[in-house]
């Protein structure tokens, strides 16, 4: 079993034989490790009966195109829903964005925690995105500051800025106090065209649908193409929602941590780096997913006027909620799930699944990156739960973690 895990983990764990044994002491409970694999193993075989295939004789090239092929279906069913969605809402000649934009739209999320505009608009008048301003054909910067998106303007700064100025201004970041930031809605934009030729160079090279500028509450949607191509409604659809999901977590975290002296530092090193903590209770860094699901799990442990049960979106339910999830039905709980055949992995993630399809990936090529970094979580988690629900006081498991 260790073996199992080592793999998957690609050893990042600190000892695992030792690591289990050590979790195994502290929450007095034996085999956790076991039992997730073994009920992951019965959803598995459960999921191979779906697709039709030998739970007991595939191997996993036949399980892959399994897989590859269902998504196919269920990316035709989709698209064709979308587009229906477009032509009964808008009108009949409108187009498969327009279908996103209404889903985008009923998704969107509120009380975000996001940097006043302010801050930032400060900034950038003393200090001028020079590359930026000549890119967009303007003359000075209240000019820029004045006719585009701020959140535009942060991702251009990103793309068209040298190093030594983008360096310099996300190290602005460490002088944010609390009262900096407000509470605010999700903001979505679809990227324009003047934008889109702005920035032509990147998005032909980018691997995403969408970007997102968290500290600002906003995801930037890359317009996609009416026509249909296969994998393309499926990735496009998995990935905003993915998208959406990560801005929610961005948002507990920057909650979580407001009321703190040092709140400046965790805002700034959010964003560097991914948002992980140091637990001494697992002598290592755990994600935040992690703690999300154990702020969720034990209301007792936060302050209501900090955080409350509606902060937290988890990214199965959004799936399960949203508008089409009847046309993912077979993907929607298949998150932390995979099939391990000697050294060959096969992900039923749907986040991996579909960039798969999308890129034309074979077996041997596929990522099952979504689905390591869930396992990881459910692996936590197995452990974590016996803390959470055995009359543990709140205090005490915030001991484990330095939040």
């Not at 942060?154 to 360096?167: A, C, M, Q, S």
């Not at 935040?288 to 702020?295: F, N, R």
């Not at 915030?398 to 939040?403: A, Q, S």
Request: charged content about 25%; some cysteine; glycine content about 4%.
């Amino acid at each position: 079993m260790y073996k199992f895990y080592e793999s998957l983990f690609n050893k990042n764990l600190i000892d695992l034989k030792h690591f289990i044994t050590d979790l195994e002491k502290k929450t007095g409970h034996n085999g956790e490790d076991i039992r997730l694999h073994n009920k992951l193993a019965i959803k598995l075989k459960d999921k191979l009966v779906d697709l039709g295939l030998d739970p007991f004789d595939s191997s996993s090239i036949e399980i892959y195109h399994g897989l590859i092929n269902k998504l196919k279906e269920d990316d035709r069913r989709l698209y064709l829903s979308v587009r229906s969605l477009a032509g009964s809402k808008v009108n009949a000649k409108s187009k498969l964005i327009d279908g996103f934009k209404i889903i985008t739209d009923e998704l969107k999320m509120s009380d975000l925690i996001r940097l006043k505009p302010s801050f930032i608009k400060n900034y950038l008048i003393k200090n001028p995105p020079k590359r930026l301003i000549k890119n967009l054909h303007y003359r000075t910067v209240e000019s820029l500051l004045k006719r585009e998106n701020l959140s535009l303007i942060v991702l251009g700064i990103n793309y068209f800025e040298g190093d030594n100025y983008v360096t310099k201004f996300y190290s602005n970041y460490k002088s944010v106090k609390s009262s900096d930031f407000k509470n605010s809605d999700l903001e979505i934009i679809y990227l324009n065209k003047k934008w889109r030729t702005a920035l032509q160079d990147l998005i032909k090279n980018l691997d995403k649908v969408s970007l997102s500028i968290p500290e600002l509450g906003s995801l930037i949607i890359i317009p996609c193409q009416d026509q249909y191509i296969k994998g393309k409604t499926v990735f496009y659809y998995s990935s905003i929602i993915n998208s959406f999901y990560e801005i929610n977590l961005y948002s507990t975290y920057l909650k979580y941590h407001l009321p703190l002296a040092n709140f400046n530092q965790f805002f700034f090193n959010s964003s560097t780096s991914k948002l992980e903590v140091y637990s001494d209770f697992f002598r290592q860094k755990l994600s935040w997913e992690v703690i999300h699901h154990i702020l969720f799990s034990r209301i007792d442990i936060y302050d209501p006027d900090i955080l409350k049960k509606e902060d937290f979106k988890f990214l199965g339910s959004i799936f399960k909620n949203v508008r089409f999830s009847d046309e993912l039905k077979f993907w929607t709980d298949n998150f932390n799930l995979g099939h391990l055949q000697g050294n060959s992995f096969i992900s039923f993630n749907l986040l991996d699944m579909s960039y798969n399809l999308y890129h034309n990936l074979d077996s041997k090529t596929a990522i099952f990156k979504h689905f390591v970094d869930s396992m990881k979580t459910s692996f936590f988690l197995s452990y974590l739960n016996n803390l959470l629900f055995l009359n543990v006081p709140s205090q005490k498991v915030l001991e484990t973690v330095e939040i």
